[in-house]
């Protein structure tokens, strides 16, 4: 809808295509649609592709009801993680969309702007280009990826993490509705997949050692 309304496409249906294509290929809406103007996907008419008018659509026009509201209980249990452990949130969403989305969570003082990577953050990288990682580890004080646990539903950023030497948890979710992209379903037995989870709740109960003895882990 976007696109129709800001971008200049004459439908749905021409903006889904265009939109499909470049997001397989690059998994984040915001490098999908900068790439695809550059490629002369968009209308001759179309004003320019700017991130930051997205971020504000979508953070003003999204129904962040649809999250379920507040994650309450898993909140108390990641406060309750050692202050050894560093959490990062690491988003191909842009960063105005990702801090409501973290905001309707009730999970936003966990991380807070400096823990908050989104797009906008690494362009022109971002999820699954290993230089989109770099930009963090450098920000971070370049943890050895070993000592660091990726938790991701996207099988794309699955492989990559585990290429770069991440421990990797993959949340597999509970129906594949909503799912974008069919080549992305989640695949718990792939061998990049260390463990697996149906939910983010699960992770206490599946990777205990995070709580029981932190001092083993220093996750991203």
């Known amino acids: 809808q976007y696109m129709v309304d800001h971008l200049k496409f004459p439908s749905l249906q021409e903006a889904k295509v265009v939109r499909d294509e470049y997001f397989e290929r690059y998994h984040a809406t ?9 490629e002369g996907r968009f209308p001759p008419d179309a004003p320019i592709f700017d ?5 504000n659509y979508w953070a003003t026009h999204l129904d962040y009801s649809k999250l379920g509201g507040p994650k309450t209980e898993f909140k108390k249990q990641l406060q309750s993680l050692s202050s050894n452990i560093t959490l990062i ?8 969309y990702v ?10 003082d966990l991380f807070g702007e ?13 999820k699954p280009e290993a230089e989109s990682f770099e930009v963090i580890f450098k920000n971070i004080g370049n943890p050895s990826p070993e ?10 950023n699955i492989y990559q993490a585990k290429k770069l030497g991440l421990k990797t948890v993959l949340v597999t ?48």
């Not at 000592?147 to 794309?156: A, L, P, V």
């Open 30 to 38: 915001a490098k999908a649609l900068t790439v695809a103007q550059q």
């Open 99 to 108: 801090k409501r989305v973290l905001e309707s969570l009730d999970l936003w």
């Open 147 to 156: 000592s660091c646990i990726m938790i991701e539903d996207s099988m794309k």
């Open 89 to 96: 949130a690491f988003s191909n969403g842009p960063r105005a």
């Open 173 to 220: 979710g509970k129906s594949e509705e909503g799912r974008i992209l069919p080549s992305d379903r989640p695949q718990a037995d792939h061998p990049a997949v260390d463990c697996s989870i149906e939910t983010i709740e699960d992770l206490p109960r599946v990777l205990p050692g995070l709580w029981e003895n932190p001092a083993v882990f220093v996750p991203l």
């Open 114 to 126: 400096e823990r908050l990577y989104a797009v906008d953050d690494v362009l022109p990288y971002c």
């Open 51 to 55: 991130t930051a008018h997205l971020a």
